[in-house]
């Protein structure tokens, strides 16, 4: 049974846990905004991007689509880039994330598939080395980076079109989660190369280019991968600040529940041994 000392030590040692848990709530909530503002206000962009591909891809002839539109032709090496974020303290943020990423891997390798894996983030690279450390190229280290811009992800998708261009893989797909609420983040699995562009609708109107679609989608194109990898970075962001947020607070919570229990703990063994003294004080009393 703990004595009276070891209680008040615990007691304070939880009441400090809380202050720093309550302290990294705050401060996961001052850049919340500021991240969620930055993803919500990339996604009309990022989705009319989509939408122009797609009108350009529906008038582009197989002979005029470029190649990172038609892709290779096979299906054999796949590169998945698994974007995560750098630090934990987030409950189940880079997990969801990284078991996506393993699921696809493994399924690919069941089909007799070359699995190659570019991280973008530590804590991802920490866990996927565990199971699929030969298939990992390298790790993209953004701790240094303090605000997410284009030129972040620019250097990634330079890699990532270098190495299409280079012939290392056949499809590309990028994995990142992206945000919903604070309480709710979604593990998203897009295909970068060839893209999945949504299918254009009937009563769309239709355009005509100058110069011609092929021509046009040979410089989009490229331009369309960074705003991808720039619009799952933001997202990433936004959902590492609200999952890191509701950890802290739910640490918190647990922290006070705790500080009740051991103060009840702690009034309870004292309060039992006073009434032991007054017992021993009356019985001596009585035996005189």
């Known amino acids: 049974m703990p004595s009276l000392k070891d209680l008040r030590n615990r007691i304070a040692s939880v009441k400090s846990t809380q202050k720093i848990t309550k302290a990294m709530q705050m401060v996961a909530a001052s850049k919340l905004r500021r991240a969620q503002v930055a993803a919500e206000a990339a996604r009309p962009f990022a989705d009319k991007v989509e939408t122009v591909l797609s009108n350009l891809a529906g008038g582009a002839t197989d002979g005029q689509a470029p190649r990172l539109l038609a892709g290779s032709g096979a299906d054999q090496t796949h590169l998945l880039v698994v974007c995560t974020g750098e630090r934990g303290l987030c409950g189940a943020f880079n997990t969801s994330i990284v078991r996506l990423a393993r699921e696809k891997a493994n399924a690919l390798q069941s089909a007799g598939k070359t699995v190659k894996i570019l991280c973008v983030g530590k804590k991802g690279f920490d866990q996927l080395k565990r199971t699929h450390e030969k298939q990992i190229l390298e790790m993209i280290d953004l701790r240094a980076v303090r605000t997410i811009t284009y030129a972040t992800a620019q250097p990634i998708a330079a890699k990532v079109i270098e190495m299409f261009d280079g012939g ?62 720039y619009r799952g970075l933001l997202e990433n962001m936004a959902s590492f600040f609200g999952a890191q947020m509701s950890a802290m607070d739910n640490a918190t919570r647990n922290a006070g529940e705790m500080v009740k229990k051991y103060t009840l703990r702690y009034n309870r063994t004292r309060q039992a041994m006073i009434t032991k003294e007054l017992i021993e004080i009356i019985s001596g009393a009585e035996a005189l």
């Open 168 to 229: 290392e893989y056949d499809v590309c797909t990028l994995f990142y989660s992206r945000f919903r609420s604070v309480i709710s983040q979604i593990p998203t699995a897009q295909q970068l190369i060839p893209p999945e562009l949504p299918e254009k609708a009937q009563d769309a109107p239709s355009y005509d280019y100058e110069p011609d679609e092929g021509e046009i989608l040979s410089q989009l194109l490229p331009q369309a991968v960074t705003v991808r990898i």
